[in-house]
C-alpha cells in the first residue's frame, strides 16, 4: 500500500477533447442506440406514406372541388403532404437525443469526459443536424416521387423542372432539419423526454391550426407565423394570398427554433448536470 | 492530487457541502467517509464541475477541471454506475467515451480486459447486473490512463468477489503512484482499503487523518464489570483512583485490566457476576464521531441517540 508517491508515465499526450473528437464520440452515440433508426425510419414511411395517401385521395376526389379551389390546387404541396406527421417523428428524435442523456444519467459521463457543456451541445446539434437534413431530403425526394403516378392519372402530375417544385423538395428537406432542430433545442431547454416531446407536438401539431381562431390583423399575424404554419410555406408552388413567401416561413421557421436552442445553451452551462 | 478549497453547496436552505477544504494525495487511496446524506456525491460533483459550487473552488491537478484540455487523462470517475444508457452495447459506450478525447480504439479493448469483460462487450448495457455495471464504469474511468481516480461508494451492492476485487484494484492503482479518492458510508471498509481518510457530516469537515491515527485516536477501550454489589464494587474505584462510567447495567473503567479489576473486587469481597474486556470497534468511533451530524436517524438510531449504551454494550 505504501508506494512511492509518483505519478505514472503519462500516455495519449496527443488526447484532446476537441470539437472534432466530440462529434466523432457523438456519432457513436447516436447510433449505438435503436431510437435512432427506428424514429428516422418512422419518418420516412409516415412521410411518403401519407403523401401518397393524401395525392391519391386528392386527386380521385377532384370533381368535389370548387372550380376555385382547383385553379389554386398545389400539386406539389400535397404530394408532400406527409410531412405533418413526419416532422413530428424527427422532432422527437431530436428530444430524445438531449433527453436520454438526462433520464439516462449518462450525462454525467459526458460531462466528465467533456466538460466543456457547449462543446457538447454543439457537437451534437452538428450530428443531428447532418443526419436530419440527409434522411430529410431522402424523405421529401422519395415522397414527391412516390405522389406522382396518382396525378399522372389526372394529367396533373408536378415535374422537377416547374416553377418552384425543387425548391419545395429541397427546401421541405430542410424543413425536417428545422423541425427536428426544434424538438432538439426544446429537449435542452426542458431535460424532461415526455415534456418536451410533449411541448414539441403541441407547437407543432396542436396549436398552429387553432391560431387560425385568433382575432383581427394580429390573430392572423400570429397564424402566420406560427412553427409549422411558417415553416410549411417552403413546400407550396402556388403563393396563398395573405401568407408568407417560402422563405420568409421559412425564416420564420428557424427563428422558432434558434431561439430556445440560445436559451438552452445558456441554461446547459449554468444549471447542474 | 485534488484540492478543495473552502467547497460550498447550497440547494435552496439546505447547505450540502460546507466551507470544506482538503488535499487529496498521488500514491495513496483516500477514503470519503461520512453517513449517507453527508454530501460526499455533491463533493465529488463538485469536484467533477458537474454542480457549481456556490462558494469556494476544487483543483484537479492544480486548476478547475473544466479547464481539462484531456480531461480523461486527468480524472477517471464513478459516481453511480447506472448512469448510463441501457441501450448501448458496452463497447458502443466506451468507444464513445474514448473518441470524445481523441483516446486510441484498442483502449477499449485493453480497459475490457482490464476488467474481465471483453466476452460481454456487445451485449447491451441494461441486461448487465449491477456488479458488470460497476465494472464497465471503472473501464471507461480507466480509459484515459487517468493520473486520478474517483468513486463514489463503489462497493455498495456488490458480492463478496466484486468487493475484494475492487479494493485489491484501487490500492494496485494508488500503489502505480495514482490518487485513488473513494467514498464510502462504512469505516469497516475503508479500514481495510484506505490509507488517509476525509471524514464528513452533514457537509462539514469532521476528520482529515491517516486511518492508522484515526483508529489510535478514536477506538476506545475499558474494562465492564457486572456485580449485585455495584455501590461497593465503585467505592473500590473510587479508592483505587480510576474513572468509572455507567453504562446500562455495567461499570465500566479504563486504564485497568480484567485480572486487576478481578483482584480489586475479591481484594474487597464483592461478588462479580460478569467481568470483560470491551473494545470499541472503528465503526463505533465513527458513529460517535458523526452522531450529532447524521442527517437522517433511523429507529435503531435514534433508541441509541437516546441511551448510548443500548447500543455500544448491546452490539458487541
Given at each position: 500500500?505504501?508506494?512511492p508517491a509518483?505519478?505514472p508515465a503519462?500516455?495519449?499526450?496527443h488526447?484532446?477533447?476537441?470539437l472534432?473528437?466530440?462529434?466523432r464520440?457523438?456519432w457513436?452515440?447516436i447510433?449505438s442506440v435503436?431510437?435512432?433508426?427506428?424514429?428516422?425510419?418512422?419518418?420516412?414511411?409516415?412521410?411518403?406514406g401519407?403523401?401518397?395517401?393524401a395525392?391519391w385521395?386528392t386527386?380521385?376526389?377532384?370533381?368535389t372541388?370548387s372550380?376555385e379551389?382547383?385553379?389554386?390546387l398545389?400539386?406539389?404541396?400535397?404530394?408532400l403532404?406527409?410531412?405533418?406527421?413526419?416532422?413530428l417523428?424527427?422532432?422527437?428524435?431530436?428530444?430524445?437525443?438531449?433527453?436520454?442523456?438526462?433520464?439516462?444519467?449518462g450525462?454525467?459521463?459526458?460531462f466528465?469526459?467533456v466538460?466543456?457543456?457547449?462543446?457538447?451541445?454543439?457537437?451534437?446539434?452538428?450530428?443531428?443536424?447532418?443526419?436530419a437534413?440527409?434522411?430529410g431530403?431522402?424523405?421529401?425526394?422519395?415522397?414527391?416521387y412516390a405522389?406522382q403516378?396518382?396525378?399522372a392519372h389526372?394529367?396533373?402530375?408536378?415535374?422537377?423542372g416547374d416553377?418552384?417544385?425543387?425548391?419545395a423538395i429541397?427546401?421541405?428537406?430542410?424543413?425536417?432539419?428545422?423541425?427536428?432542430?426544434?424538438?432538439?433545442?426544446?429537449g435542452a431547454?426542458?431535460?424532461?423526454?415526455?415534456?418536451?416531446?410533449t411541448?414539441?407536438?403541441?407547437?407543432?401539431?396542436?396549436?398552429?391550426p387553432?391560431?387560425?381562431?385568433?382575432?383581427?390583423?394580429?390573430?392572423?399575424?400570429i397564424?402566420?407565423?406560427?412553427t409549422?404554419?411558417a415553416?410549411?410555406?417552403?413546400?407550396?408552388?402556388?403563393q396563398q394570398?395573405?401568407?408568407l413567401?417560402?422563405?420568409?416561413?421559412?425564416?420564420?421557421?428557424?427563428?422558432?427554433?434558434?431561439?430556445?436552442?440560445?436559451?438552452?445553451?445558456?441554461?446547459?452551462?449554468r444549471?447542474d448536470a | 492530487m485534488?484540492e478543495?478549497?473552502?467547497l460550498t453547496k447550497?440547494?435552496?436552505?439546505?447547505?450540502a457541502?460546507?466551507?470544506l477544504?482538503f488535499?487529496v494525495?498521488?500514491?495513496?487511496?483516500?477514503?470519503?467517509?461520512g453517513?449517507n446524506?453527508?454530501?460526499k456525491?455533491?463533493?465529488?460533483?463538485?469536484?467533477?464541475g458537474?454542480?457549481?459550487p456556490?462558494?469556494?473552488q476544487?483543483?484537479?491537478?492544480?486548476?478547475?477541471?473544466?479547464?481539462a484540455?484531456?480531461?480523461m487523462?486527468?480524472?477517471g470517475?464513478?459516481?453511480?454506475?447506472?448512469?448510463?444508457?441501457?441501450?448501448?452495447?458496452a463497447?458502443a459506450?466506451l468507444k464513445s467515451?474514448?473518441?470524445?478525447?481523441?483516446l486510441?480504439?484498442?483502449?477499449?479493448?485493453?480497459?475490457?480486459?482490464?476488467?474481465g469483460?471483453r466476452?460481454?462487450a456487445?451485449?447491451?448495457i441494461k441486461g448487465?447486473?449491477?456488479?458488470m455495471?460497476q465494472r464497465i464504469?471503472?473501464?471507461?474511468?480507466?480509459l484515459?490512463?487517468?493520473?486520478?481516480?474517483?468513486f463514489d461508494?463503489?462497493v455498495?451492492g456488490?458480492d463478496?468477489e466484486?468487493?475484494?476485487w475492487i479494493?485489491?484494484?484501487?490500492?494496485?492503482?494508488?500503489?502505480?503512484?495514482?490518487t485513488?479518492?473513494?467514498?464510502?458510508?462504512l469505516?469497516s471498509e475503508?479500514?481495510?482499503?484506505?490509507?488517509?481518510?476525509?471524514?464528513?457530516?452533514r457537509?462539514k469537515?469532521?476528520a482529515?487523518t491517516?486511518?492508522?491515527?484515526?483508529?489510535a485516536?478514536n477506538?476506545?477501550?475499558g474494562?465492564?464489570?457486572r456485580?449485585p454489589?455495584i455501590e461497593?464494587m465503585?467505592?473500590?474505584?473510587?479508592r483505587?483512583?480510576?474513572k468509572?462510567?455507567d453504562?446500562?447495567k455495567f461499570?465500566?473503567?479504563?486504564?485497568?485490566?480484567?485480572d486487576?479489576?478481578?483482584?480489586l473486587?475479591a481484594a474487597?469481597h464483592i461478588?462479580?457476576?460478569e467481568?470483560?474486556?470491551?473494545?470499541s470497534?472503528?465503526?463505533?468511533?465513527?458513529?460517535?464521531?458523526?452522531?450529532?451530524s447524521?442527517e437522517?436517524?433511523a429507529?435503531?438510531g435514534?433508541?441509541?441517540a437516546l441511551?448510548?449504551a443500548?447500543?455500544v454494550g448491546g452490539?458487541?
Open positions: 500500500m505504501t508506494a509518483q505519478a503519462r500516455r495519449y499526450d488526447a484532446r477533447a476537441s472534432g473528437n466530440v462529434i464520440s457523438e457513436t452515440k447510433w435503436r431510437s435512432t433508426p427506428w424514429t428516422l425510419l418512422i419518418l420516412v414511411v409516415a412521410t411518403v401519407i403523401s401518397v395517401l395525392s385521395g386527386s380521385t376526389h377532384l370533381n372541388l372550380a379551389d382547383r385553379a389554386t398545389d400539386v406539389t404541396y400535397n404530394s403532404a406527409g410531412l405533418t406527421l413526419g416532422q417523428a424527427i422532432a422527437v428524435l431530436g428530444v430524445l437525443i438531449v433527453t436520454t442523456e438526462y433520464s439516462t444519467g450525462v454525467k459521463a459526458t466528465t469526459a466538460p466543456n457543456r457547449l462543446r457538447v451541445l454543439l457537437a451534437k446539434g452538428i450530428v443531428f443536424a447532418v443526419i437534413t440527409a434522411v431530403m431522402i424523405t421529401t425526394f422519395l415522397a414527391f405522389a403516378p396518382f396525378w389526372q394529367h396533373l402530375a408536378a415535374h422537377i416553377p418552384g417544385v425543387l425548391r429541397i427546401g421541405s428537406g430542410l424543413y425536417v432539419l428545422a423541425s427536428g432542430m426544434f424538438g432538439f433545442a426544446l431547454v426542458i431535460r424532461h423526454t415526455a415534456g418536451a416531446i411541448a414539441a407536438v403541441a407547437l407543432l401539431l396542436v396549436v398552429p387553432l391560431t387560425q381562431l385568433l382575432p383581427g390583423e394580429w390573430g392572423h399575424d397564424f402566420k407565423v406560427f409549422s404554419n415553416g410549411s410555406m417552403i413546400a407550396t408552388t402556388v394570398s395573405r401568407s413567401t417560402p422563405w420568409e416561413g421559412y425564416l420564420a421557421m428557424t427563428v422558432w427554433w434558434v431561439v430556445p436552442l440560445i436559451l438552452g445553451a445558456y441554461l446547459i452551462r444549471r | 485534488i478543495a478549497r473552502g447550497r440547494f435552496g436552505d439546505k447547505v457541502v460546507d466551507d477544504s488535499v494525495e498521488p500514491g495513496i487511496v483516500t477514503g470519503f467517509l453517513p446524506g453527508a454530501g456525491s455533491t463533493t465529488m460533483r463538485l469536484i467533477l458537474l454542480d457549481h456556490t462558494r469556494g476544487a483543483l484537479v491537478n492544480g486548476h478547475p477541471y473544466a479547464t484540455k484531456a480531461p487523462r486527468e480524472v470517475a464513478l459516481l453511480d454506475a447506472k448512469d448510463v444508457h441501457g441501450g448501448r452495447t463497447r459506450h467515451l474514448a473518441q470524445s478525447n481523441g486510441p480504439g484498442r483502449r477499449v479493448d485493453e480497459v475490457l480486459d482490464l476488467v469483460m466476452e460481454v456487445d451485449k447491451r448487465f447486473s449491477l456488479g455495471s464504469g471503472i473501464a471507461a474511468a480507466m484515459g490512463d487517468p493520473q486520478i481516480l474517483m461508494e463503489p455498495n456488490l463478496p466484486g468487493i475484494l479494493r485489491g484494484f484501487m490500492q494496485h492503482e494508488a500503489a502505480n503512484g495514482r485513488v479518492f473513494v467514498s464510502s458510508h469505516m475503508m479500514a481495510l482499503t484506505a490509507e488517509h481518510l476525509i471524514v464528513i457530516g457537509g469537515l469532521l482529515d491517516s486511518v492508522t491515527e484515526f483508529i485516536q477506538s476506545v477501550g474494562v465492564r464489570v456485580t454489589q461497593a465503585r467505592d473500590a474505584f473510587g483505587a483512583g480510576v468509572v462510567t453504562v446500562d461499570l465500566q473503567v479504563e486504564g485497568m485490566t480484567t486487576e479489576v478481578g483482584d473486587a474487597n461478588t462479580i457476576h467481568l470483560f474486556t470491551q473494545h470497534s472503528l465503526e463505533e468511533a465513527f458513529m460517535e464521531m458523526t452522531r450529532d447524521v437522517y436517524h429507529q435503531v435514534d433508541v441509541a441511551d448510548p443500548a447500543m452490539t458487541k
